[in-house]
């Protein structure tokens, strides 16, 4: 919650290095090429949502073309999973 400290030990602490590798080896978003295949991929948490915009390069890699991250309103928390990832 937001006033609580986050609990800090060697699992958090491998887990922030894990995500700082990840986001620096992160594509850059590309511009959309016809006709390659879009991907959306949306997840929501308790007071966050994300989605990230994709599209095909080939068979087996996604190019990053767009995300989006916002905190959702206090009158969204109680949404049912399925529908805070479908806003």
Not at 12 to 39: D, E, N, W, Y
Not at 49 to 78: I, P, Y
């Amino acid at each position: 919650h937001k006033n609580k400290p986050l609990p800090w030990n060697p699992s958090t602490g491998r887990a922030f290095t894990t995500f700082k590798q990840a986001f620096k080896s992160c594509s850059i978003p590309i511009h959309t090429v016809q006709p390659r295949l879009f991907i959306t991929e949306a997840s929501a948490f308790d007071f966050v949502q994300g989605t990230v915009l994709q599209q095909s390069e080939d068979k087996r890699k996604l190019q990053l073309v767009a995300l989006h991250s916002c905190q959702l309103e206090s009158t969204k928390f109680n949404y049912e999973i399925d529908n805070r990832e479908t806003l």
